[in-house]
DNA sequence: CTGTAATCGAGACGGTACGTCCTGTCTTGCG
DNA sequence: CGCAAGACAGGACGTACCGTCTCGATTACAG
């Protein structure tokens, strides 16, 4: 049994390196210094064998994404039961992380690559956004089976708006006050409209 | 009595030129494809003339940003006096905005020219997501002056909620549904909690 | 009784594939344009079946010159016994190959190869230059045999003589008229001093 | 009264150092070694300031011999008015140039570029072998009117000749013995057949 | 008939140079 | 002095080639 190909395999050594190498730099340096040069040097490679397997900067920033050598550590909602407070805590976590400058500074790198190159959103959106969104959703339904969100809540809409929120000030270098977190769960979780409220209450 | 600066006074021409180019190419062909070269070819200029007035790049696009070169026409809430259909009709009239690709991609193009740059981001911020999250705050503020909406709604995060979970959508090259609008307009003004809102109730 | 060599033979089929691939490379895209990626993809052989054998580009060129895969067919003078004759029906054979294009630049190619390496130039001349050199030394001795030619001739220098003229002119791409055959060996042959044939005569 | 042109001159300066920084590397680490990337460095200049003037390598070796920046001093007969002696010192002092190695590698290297690149060919003509020629010819001719040259000789032919013979010695990276400029001057002069000199004598 | 060893096509590897493009500055001559 | 034109130094880009190094698949002699 083999697989078909022919010829020398692909180095792993290599590849790890060029990911490592780039994780660095772009931590170090940001993403406007990162240079495929750069990134080969580095690595001790050869220019030729990163645009072998990328075919641009973006598309090895994606990988570093996918294989965990950047943002490695997920920041996913605890499943307490308490679907209020799991949410209201993982989007303080969030806020605190993008409180760091420098990681402020990586994650609208990877924004940067992904407005501008579909792939790397892709992977992004893989690695990232999805599992969360799917986290999210998870345990917002998990509220709902304790009783404590509605059972017709519009759960993906909801997720969608609390990753959607951080990543806005982020995107726009703008300093996300903790208080934030607190008003978006509270906002997401008890509305807040008035008449709406009444309205449920005359069930 | 003049200015009190000589010789030739700065080409209206030219600077019109300019920032019409640079709206046309960022359309065209986005953030990364755009250079100071093309910009000045295409607005049959010298280079020097863009660097004359503009340190870089960025600076241009900002400028195009403030002067209404792009994204012209900004999509406000109307002022109906029901907030919660002002609120949802703006928001579906954003989602359709963003379903023409054109406007997509300008859209991710300003995105990645603004997480790449302090100025740009500045910017946008001032000209966009300032005047709409003040739009937003106040149309929110009619509504609990009209009784709709809780006196004690964190309306300064319920725009940034507004604005984000759109932004988040755009980014990732995710095609945002029109339901989509309805549940965030939903999720932000009934909430989503069953508990919680007879916790509220009881205060 | 073996060579006393194990393991497979080598492949007299990929060594011929490999002289020809280069013979004809080099016949129609020149010297510079040849390289070893271009020979062992357009021999269907493996690169390394060339480093295997050969160390470099230019021993292989060398051994095609040896081998016969390129000028094959020398250019000989004839032997009738009238060596002004001989040498003047080669030489316009000579300048008449060469006013094929195809094979000036087949020409040149072989000479930018020997000028850059000696070993292709050693090839060259051993398996041209010299054997033609010591073919017309010989028609001159002939000549001298049956006393058409001066007994203390400088053959030697005239072969050279007779080579390098139609070299200059393929090399610096300048079109050789075939009267220019007829020139040479009659300079060559008759002289062009008038007072310096007296001299000699009188020593 | 203006050249019609407009925006920045080209700059002197950075033309003299690309030559020169060319003549130098050329004469110090030969064709080979030379790289566009070390002339430009070397010259203190842009990469694109030498592909705006020449489009290869081998376009700014062969100004470098237009202009003099190698092989300043054109080897040329002298004019006494003894053709026969005229040329033979002038050989003389082309073989005894080509004796150095230095001399022979630079005179390949140029054959080299001129073989494969029909402009640096041209050039070499233009600078070297074009005024050689006629200076040759004038001096045969000058040869003719003292009575020394027959008025029927084959001028042209013979400056081909005498040119050719040394440069395919050169080439062929053949130690040129100083007995073959006597050889060859002995040959062109008095002729090699016997024949002929028979039929003069018998005035 | 079974190793063992050298070959084969294929193709990835670390490097070097290529020729192009872009940035931000400088220099022309015209208006 | 502004302007269009365009050359300048510097530096990154993505490609081509060099000569080396694995791969798995033959092939041929040795035991």
């Given at each position: ?17 060029i990911?490592?190498?780039t ?138 708006v609390?990753?959607g ?30 008449a ?8």
């Amino acid at each position: 049994m083999t697989t078909g190909r022919r010829g020398r395999a692909r180095s792993e050594q290599a590849r790890h390196a060029i990911l490592t190498a780039t994780a660095t730099l772009l931590a170090a340096s940001g993403y406007e210094q990162l240079s495929v040069d750069r990134i080969a040097t580095t690595a001790g490679v050869g220019k030729q064998t990163v645009y072998r397997w990328w075919p641009s900067k973006s598309a090895v920033i994606a990988e570093c994404l996918l294989d965990g050598y950047v943002l490695s550590d997920l920041i996913e909602p605890a499943k307490s039961g308490d679907a209020r407070s799991d949410v209201l805590s993982w989007l303080r976590a969030l806020v605190d992380f993008l409180d760091d400058p420098k990681n402020a500074a990586l994650f609208r790198a990877l924004a940067a690559a992904a407005s501008e190159n579909r792939e790397v959103s892709d992977r992004l959106y893989q690695r990232f956004s999805g599992p969360l969104h799917t986290s999210l959703v998870e345990c917002l339904r998990a509220g709902v089976r304790t009783g404590r969100i509605r059972d017709d809540a519009p759960v993906r809409a909801v997720a969608d708006v609390l990753i959607g929120a951080v990543l806005h000030r982020a995107l726009a270098h703008i300093d996300i006050p903790l208080g934030t977190a607190d008003g978006i769960v509270d906002a997401l979780f008890s509305g807040i409209a008035v008449a709406d409220r009444e309205a449920h209450r005359s069930r």
